[in-house]
Nanobody, 118 residues
Framework: QVQLVESGGGLVQPGGSLRLSCVAS???????MGWYRQAPGKQRELVARITNGGSTSYADSVKSRFTISRDNAKNTMYLQMNSLKPEDTAVYYC?????????????WGQGTQVTVSS
């Protein structure tokens, strides 16, 4: 069974940093991958994406603060989050872009909670 395992979340003060990791059980090198987040009462949104070649793009709300990267040899993707704001509080997930491609059809991991609060 395929898996996407997110980790690295936690409680951090405004202005702080966190680094999230996503480990895939299968070779995800062929996919565009992304980090999504879902805040309470809101729809899940894509915040950052990276192609298999390493090209990146970001939602305006996180641009210049977040950095997405990937290591295809390790089936791992990262999200470096700096200058965190309370509005970044959400559960963060990784998935293909668009979500659910190939082996990851209809699949979401458990996500990792990020809470930004003083």
């Amino acid at each position: 069974q395929v898996q996407l395992v997110e980790s690295g979340g936690g409680l951090v003060q405004p202005g702080g940093s966190l680094r999230l990791s996503c480990v895939a059980s299968e070779n995800f090198g062929i996919y565009v991958m992304g980090w999504y987040r879902q805040a309470p009462g809101k729809q899940r949104e894509l915040v950052a994406r990276i192609t298999n070649g390493g090209s990146t793009s970001y939602a305006d709300s996180v641009k210049s603060r977040f950095t997405i990267s990937r290591d295809n040899a390790k089936n791992t993707m990262y999200l470096q989050m700096n200058s965190l704001k309370p509005e970044d509080t959400a559960v963060y997930y990784c998935n293909t872009v668009p979500p659910g491609l190939g082996s990851y059809r209809r699949y979401w991991g458990q996500g990792t909670q990020v809470t930004v609060s003083s």
